[in-house]
């Protein structure tokens, strides 16, 4: 997410905002600014808005676009030796569509409010529907393939029926009601359907006629929603600080929230990030004054704080709607006499990386806490090596967060791709291992830090007196100020390459800057060098890192359990007319100019590296955007000095520049949305990625004006009810090469 929402009876709030890391870590001996002038960099030129529409219509009503002089030759099947990026590049857009490439189709394959059970009615998209827990959930955002085979059963190789585990990040708010969100109280029949539009989709898809569509009254649909039971696995399992009303031994709490990336596990489950959780919660005006210091500090650290005087609001007042426990429990306040009697602590049963079972609709959910509590994005396995324990690479994204390494202490053994019992099997390599934070040096080396009470840093930590193991990793972030972890530019994505390397994206951070800094800023290091202003329309100022770039990390001996690294950056994200010295780093032109990137996957049917948008900085030239990306290896490129003038300069380490060969946009989006999720079929030929919050800059007071709707995606494609005037839908698109060759190529 990246737009702020204008909320009933509350302000405007951006929930990428929270930026409560404000601990003294060291900052680098690189850094040789101490000037406080700030010299603005004005963007050099806004590249070219046109674009070349050659394709015509296909799919649903879904352009494709392209350069036009590499139409590709049919050919009966694809070679291994397939050219990657051998398709055109699209060009940036404003349209309210989806644009692909020539010789490319794009069809809308679901949206949210789909059926997904027998006899459940066909989404009317007016306002009145209803039932969400047996609907296709909102705002998609993270997804994986799970493959089945033609009778049904888990397959890796499955490309003609499978699996989608979806995310369903948040909510469009003002298209879910018929007239917009009623302010607080709310209605409970709203913050019913709001609750179950939360979560995660699994749903079937199968080929017809050598097409895939949803199979609505499979067995293996289901919906996980911020209402489902779900139970705590590893070291937080019964923790004190997890005692509820609803679960007075710690063990079990309601709901997955604010499910943000995925990653898939190597014996085949979905991992779910629940990521900005923490707006949710209503905390009341004089509640730190019924709280120990320690959790004060602990509430603070993860963005909930609340004065003598002033409530901290919770995001859609899910609260307010009646004395149920199941509206109570949004009230994270102190209200019983002990924890058993409220929901003090149900803050702390959101931010881990949860686990689910696509195979099985009712296998057990489990949230994984030895990957620690933060706000995570996706998490991405290092390769599977028989005989070594296995690396997750996690980020938590907000700014000045950290990267962090969770490393199982099992090691891999081949069999268990195929476990029967994949549960147990996350029991065998998610639950017991050690949590790491990453700290970036300047020379282009780095160290993994673990975060225990094993580390006496940690155990002897002032900021936070940690009471065990559990507390440790409830409050992972705490753990990191502890031992000088680096802040970051905003960790979105990892993607872990065949190369095994692992590459995050940093999308974006507003509060670096050069000179004296208070609060929250930072000034930039080597890991996140930028800072520069942009413009972006005609007179709105962004500065500190407003475009985000991509770091690369490599393992010592490429060891999963390294403690040491090597890193470089291998994009900055730029506007291709920026200053090629400081800004436009990577050398990007009209056809691969982005910012903001957030998705980060990579799809090894191809061996491409998908990159995808989430923008508020470039969206004046164009609407967000995928592109594919030939990944290179940590050291490609070298050490530069970046010279921001007036005495302001910063080392780093650049990877190679990019070129027409190794990244080009794919896809642009509709209107005012985010380009996000991304999986392909196990042959390569199918790619499915989301787009989230189409029209969601649209205000409550036009929900009775279609007109005035910033987005109709994708009724204005042809999918579902409306048309070209409908209410925009989060919704699933599917690509194909018209020649049946692997997409990317
Ligand atoms: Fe849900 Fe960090 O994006
Ligand atoms: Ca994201
Ligand atoms: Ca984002």
Avoid at 361 to 371: D, E, M, N, Y
Avoid at 511 to 518: E, I, L, M, Q
Avoid at 687 to 707: K, S
Wanted: hydrophobic share 35%.
């Amino acid at each position: 997410m990246n737009k702020p929402q204008d909320l009933p009876l509350q302000p405007a709030h951006d929930f990428n905002d929270e930026d409560s890391n404000t601990s003294s870590n060291p900052t680098f001996d690189s850094i040789v600014s101490a000037r406080l002038s700030r010299r603005s960099l004005l963007r050099g030129g806004v590249g070219s808005a046109a674009t070349a529409v050659l394709g015509g219509l296909t799919g649903l009503g879904v352009a494709a676009c392209g350069g036009g002089d590499d139409d590709p030759a049919p050919v009966p099947a694809p070679a291994p030796a397939e050219a990657l990026l051998a398709f055109g590049a699209v060009a940036k857009s404003l349209e309210d569509k989806m644009t692909v490439p020539a010789g490319y189709t794009a069809t809308v394959l679901l949206a949210v409010g789909d059926p997904l059970a027998a006899g459940v009615a066909a989404y009317k998209n007016d306002g009145t529907d209803s039932g969400f827990d047996q609907r296709v959930g909102d705002n998609h955002d993270g997804m994986e393939y799970f493959g089945l085979s033609a009778a049904g059963a888990p397959d890796a190789n499955g490309s003609d029926r499978a699996l989608l585990g979806i995310n369903n990040e948040y909510i469009n708010q003002v298209f879910l009601h018929r007239n917009g969100p009623t302010p607080n109280p709310r209605p409970a029949a709203e913050t019913d359907i709001e609750v179950d539009c939360h979560g995660v989709t699994i749903v079937e898809i199968a080929k017809t006629a050598g097409k895939f569509a949803v199979v609505q009254n499979s067995p293996f649909n289901r919906r996980v929603t911020a209402a489902t039971p779900i139970e705590f696995s590893g070291p937080l399992r019964g923790h004190p600080l997890l005692v509820t009303k609803f679960s007075t031994d710690g063990t079990r709490v309601r709901g997955t929230n604010n499910n943000c990336g995925t990653g898939k596990t190597p014996w085949g489950t979905l991992l779910t990030g629940e990521e900005n959780w923490v707006g949710y919660y209503f905390r009341a005006a004089g509640d730190q004054a019924l709280r120990t210091a320690k959790a004060n500090v602990a509430l603070a650290r993860y963005g909930l704080n609340a004065t003598a005087t002033a409530a901290a609001a919770s995001r859609y007042g899910w609260e307010t709607s009646g004395a149920d426990d199941k509206y109570a429990r949004w009230n994270t306040s102190v209200t019983g006499a002990t924890a058993a009697d409220d929901y003090r602590h149900e803050v702390n049963g959101q931010g881990y990386m949860t686990e689910i079972d696509a195979y099985s609709a009712t296998s057990v959910v489990k949230k994984r806490t030895a990957l620690g509590r933060f706000a995570h994005e996706n998490a991405a396995f290092g390769k599977p090596v028989v005989g070594k324990p296995l690396a997750v690479y996690l980020g938590d994204d907000a700014r000045n967060e950290y990267i962090y390494k969770f490393v199982s202490t099992q090691n891999w053994v081949a069999a268990d791709a195929t476990a029967a019992n994949r549960v147990a099997t996350g029991d065998k390599y998610l639950d017991s291992g050690k949590l790491h934070v990453a700290k970036f040096n300047a020379d282009g080396t780095g160290q993994w830090i673990e975060l225990s009470l094993a580390n006496p840093t940690v155990a002897g930590f002032a900021g936070y007196a940690f009471a065990d193991e559990g507390d440790v990793l409830m409050h992972a972030r705490l753990a990191g100020d502890a031992v000088g972890a680096t802040k970051m530019d905003r960790p979105e994505w990892c993607a872990v390459p065949g190369s095994g390397e692992v590459y995050f994206t940093l999308t974006n951070n507003s509060n670096r800057r050069f000179g004296a800094v208070t609060g929250a800023q930072l000034n930039p290091d080597a890991a996140n060098p930028r800072v520069y202003t942009d413009i972006r329309g005609a007179a709105t100022v962004q500065s500190g890192n407003p475009n985000g770039h991509v770091i690369r990390m490599k393992e010592n001996g490429g060891e999963p359990g390294a403690t040491a690294f090597t890193w470089d950056i291998y994009l900055f994200g730029a506007e291709a007319g920026a200053p090629g010295n400081v800004i436009n780093l990577s050398a990007l032109t009209a056809d691969n100019d982005l910012s903001s990137p957030d998705g980060l996957v990579y799809t090894p049917g191809t061996g491409l590296l998908w990159v995808q948008t989430d923008d508020g900085a470039y969206t004046d030239v164009t609407n967000c955007m995928l592109l594919a990306a030939v990944p290179g290896t940590v050291g490609d490129g070298g050490p530069q000095t970046l010279d921001f003038g007036g005495g302001n300069t910063v080392a780093t380490r650049m990877g190679k520049k990019q070129t027409a060969t190794t990244l080009k946009r794919f896809a642009v989006g509709p209107f005012d949305q985010e380009i996000t999720g991304l999986c392909e079929t196990p042959d390569g030929k199918v790619l499915f990625f989301n787009v989230q919050h189409p029209g969601e800059g649209t205000t409550f007071a036009n929900i009775g004006d279609p007109t005035k709707f910033t987005s109709h995606f994708p009724g204005n494609a042809g999918y579902g009810a409306g048309g070209a005037t409908a209410r925009p839908r989060a919704c699933t698109v599917m690509v194909t090469k018209n020649d049946g060759g692997r997409v990317g190529t």
